[in-house]
Nanobody, 115 residues
Framework: QVQLVESGGGLVQPGESLRLSCAASGSIFSINTMGWYRQAPGKQRELVATIYRTGSTNYADSVKGRFIISRDNAKNTVYLQMNSLRPGDTAVYYC?????????WGKGTLVTVSS
């Protein structure tokens, strides 16, 4: 069984930064893709960023230049450094990992950007 535990969410003011972490544990041999999604109130879940085992990344246009995704394969952990946060970034952030052909999800961490 695979478990994902997210941390790092909270309340910040516009322009500030936060760093999210997501640690995977359990029966994991090799993680292919790791990523972050978010879901704002009343909206569908959307992709924020993805990082592949090779280290290549892709980002949603709305976060390019502000967010940085990274991973530590030895720790089975993925990070999301969020800079220059905006009120529009307010959402529950979920991490996901792909192991083989199976996708696992975390329970989410709330990020609120408000003055």
């Amino acid at each position: 069984q695979v478990q994902l535990v997210e941390s790092g969410g909270g309340l910040v003011q516009p322009g500030e930064s936060l760093r999210l972490s997501c640690a995977a544990s359990g029966s994991i041999f090799s993680i292919n893709t790791m990523g972050w999604y978010r879901q704002a109130p009343g909206k569908q879940r959307e992709l924020v960023a993805t990082i592949y085992r090779t280290g290549s990344t892709n980002y949603a246009d709305s976060v390019k230049g502000r967010f940085i995704i990274s991973r530590d394969n030895a720790k089975n952990t993925v990070y999301l450094q969020m800079n220059s946060l905006r009120p529009g970034d307010t959402a529950v952030y979920y991490c996901d990992i792909v192991v083989g052909t199976v996708t696992y999800w975390g329970k989410g961490t709330l990020v609120t950007v408000s003055s």
